[in-house]
């Protein structure tokens, strides 16, 4: 991890220890004359990735998923403590199925659409750390665990991992592809009542890097997911 990287990760930490602190002296100086609480702390979604500005036959195959978990701080603003924010941390894997196959020649990635009947399956996948912010509304209240919210916000993913991966008839051929973006930014959306909740994420930066190209052509795939969001307290 650079140190950018190293620096942006440690900010998130104080930030989330000095709210912590911070809830916990109101929860206790509000005991007696409101009730104090917090909803919404640790999250598991799963979706669907979307590839969006593909090139021209350019097709998605089988189930291109994202899995994403991780813990929210919940900060309440006003006293009925349901609008505040919600700074996080977690974790998220993604896998890419398409007829898009990357080849490894020396230090050169080179990518090619090719017949389906070629393969089995080609893939890409990541796996990412995320440090989500939602504003946060809701009709919730301390008796009531059923009810309605709307979280939008923004998220930021750093790629530690990203692979490359050709399924045939005679073997597997994988290796780290190093034109992924290792920084991966967007807006989110997350609504819904009680347990079911909506999950949309629109990336706003490509998949690939710049110099990840088809047919001398760049590759400016980016992203969006539809899926559904648990939470717990």
């Known amino acids: 991890m650079d140190r950018n990287v190293f620096s942006f990760v440690l900010g998130i930490i104080c930030l989330l220890l000095s709210a912590s602190t911070y809830g916990q002296i109101n929860d206790d100086q509000g005991q007696d004359s409101d009730p104090r609480y917090l909803e919404d702390q640790f999250y598991f979604g799963v979706g669907y ?72 399956r080609s893939k890409l996948a990541t796996h990412s750390i995320e440090f989500p912010f939602e504003i ?37 051929d994988s290796f780290s592809n190093d034109d992924i973006e290792p920084f991966q930014y967007g807006l989110t959306l997350n609504f819904g009542y009680n347990t079911w909740n909506v999950h949309a994420y629109y990336g706003l930066n490509p998949l690939l890097k710049e110099e990840a190209s088809l047919e001398g052509n760049p590759i400016d795939l980016s992203v969006l997911r539809i899926g559904l969001i648990f939470y717990i307290l």
């Open 136 to 172: 946060r509304w809701r009709t919730s209240n301390a008796k009531d665990y059923k009810f309605w919210r709307i979280y939008a916000g923004a998220k930021l993913g750093y790629v530690f991992s990203g692979r490359s991966k050709l399924v045939t008839d005679n073997g597997n």
């Open 49 to 120: 990735n979307v590839l969006l500005d593909k090139p021209d036959n350019l097709d998605q195959r089988n189930l291109s998923y994202n899995l994403h978990m991780g813990f929210i701080k919940d900060i309440p603003f006003n006293q009925n403590r349901n609008f505040g924010i919600g700074l996080g941390f977690g974790y998220a894997v993604s896998s890419y199925y398409s007829n898009l196959v990357a080849t490894k020649n020396g230090d050169t990635v080179v990518y090619e659409i090719i017949p389906q009947a070629d393969y089995n």
